[in-house]
Structures are given as structure tokens and as C-alpha cells.
T-cell receptor
């Protein structure tokens, strides 16, 4: 099955610090996504990418940057972390143009900003 | 911006019963509709998807889509305790699973 790996699994950061969440996929999918999950909000899209070198803003991009240096890797960067960014972050990959397309999610990164 | 809402927020059903979940969306131009399931502490995993109006069945799971009513649903026949999970509906404006907008989820508990 398609594999998406996130690191770290858990992260504690201080307010104002820089945080980088990493994601690697071995599916050779063009599209990658970063979502955050909070109780009562489901999954909300932060940034996504259609291929190496491209990033697009999702529904809640403020306070986040993204980087897609290669087909396999997609990072989410919090330059100045705030307590409101405490959440579980999921990375996903998927392929456009496939009739039975679905997203494959990583196991998530639990981020606590103190 | 697309709004996706799910009902009910939570549901308790006995083993063997039918589980029915609802999802409404706001953008009438939406073309791709999917259900994901997330067991506690795990990653969301795709269950099934549909593009056109009507019904699609896969095993114990059935999706109904009514674009005119901006509504689709998931029905689980013969519910099992292993079906206990958070169910997320998702909608995309294109025909592909790109930039999906998710609902807030329905928590389902199936009692043995």
C-alpha cells in the first residue's frame, strides 16, 4: 500500500520558535497536502502542492509556509509558532486524473506549542 | 469557500444494525464526493467515493448522492464493533481528490 511517513511523531515547541514538520511519500504521487485536525473542525487544508517546486495556499494558510523540494518531500514550516497552532498535523499524497483517486495519509504529528 | 457539514455529531448503534451518516455541501459545482474513516489515534483512510448522482455499493457500504439537494450519505449495513470510528465526508470542486474539503466528522460507536 501507498506509504506516507511524517516526522516527528510528537513535538513540543515554545511560543515564537520555529517548527518544521516533514513528510515523505514513496507513492510517486504528484500531489501532496498538509491538513490540521482539531476537535469540532475535522481536517482543514493548510497548504498543498502539485509537484516539486510548487506550493499553493489552502483554506487556513496564515502562519504557515510550505516547501516541496522534491517529488517525495513536503515540509510545513511554522516560522513563529503560537499556542493556537497546537494541533495534530496530517500530511497526505494523491494523484490527479485517476478515476479511483484517493488521498493517502501519514500517521500524523502531534504538535504542542507552549 | 466550500462549507461541508455532517450530521449527526455522534451516533451509537447496536451490532448488526444499519448506520446512516449525512453530509451536506454548499458548492453546487462540486464533482467529487468521498467518505474517509479514522480509527482512534490513526490516520484517516479512504472508504469510497462517487462522482455522479445515484448510489454506489461496495460490500457493506453504500453511498447515496443527490447533487440537487447538495447532500450525500453513507450507509453501513450489519455494523460491526470494528466500524467504531470517526467518519469524515469530503468534497472537491474538481473531478479528482485534489484539495478536498472535509466535514467535522461523525463519531460512531457500535456496541457488541
Amino acid at each position: 500500500e501507498a506509504a506516507v511517513t511524517q516526522s516527528p511523531r510528537n513535538k513540543v515547541a515554545v511560543t515564537g520558535g520555529k517548527v518544521t514538520l516533514s513528510c515523505n511519500q514513496t507513492n510517486n504521487h504528484n500531489n501532496m497536502y498538509w491538513y490540521r485536525q482539531d476537535t469540532g473542525h475535522g481536517l482543514r487544508l493548510i497548504h498543498y502542492s502539485y509537484g516539486a517546486g510548487s506550493t499553493e495556499k489552502g483554506d487556513i494558510p496564515d502562519g504557515y509556509k510550505a516547501s516541496r523540494p522534491s517529488q517525495e518531500n513536503f515540509s510545513l514550516i511554522l516560522e513563529l509558532a503560537t499556542p493556537s497552532q497546537t494541533s495534530v498535523y496530517f500530511c497526505a499524497s494523491g494523484e490527479s486524473g485517476v478515476s479511483n483517486e484517493r488521498l493517502f495519509f501519514g500517521h500524523g504529528t502531534k504538535l504542542s506549542v507552549l | 469557500q466550500q462549507k461541508v457539514q455532517q450530521s449527526p455529531e455522534s451516533l451509537i448503534v447496536p451490532e448488526g444494525a444499519m448506520t446512516s451518516l449525512n453530509c451536506t455541501f454548499s458548492d453546487s459545482a462540486s464533482q467529487y464526493f468521498a467518505w474517509y474513516r479514522q480509527h482512534s489515534g490513526k490516520a484517516p483512510k479512504a472508504l469510497m467515493s462517487i462522482f455522479s448522482n445515484g448510489e454506489k455499493e461496495e460490500g457493506r457500504f453504500t453511498i447515496h448522492l443527490n447533487k440537487a439537494s447538495l447532500h450525500f450519505s453513507l450507509h453501513i449495513r450489519d455494523s460491526q464493533p470494528s466500524d467504531s470510528a470517526l467518519y469524515l465526508c469530503a468534497v472537491s470542486p474538481t473531478g479528482f481528490a485534489s484539495a478536498l474539503t472535509f466535514g467535522s466528522g461523525t463519531k460512531v460507536i457500535v456496541l457488541p
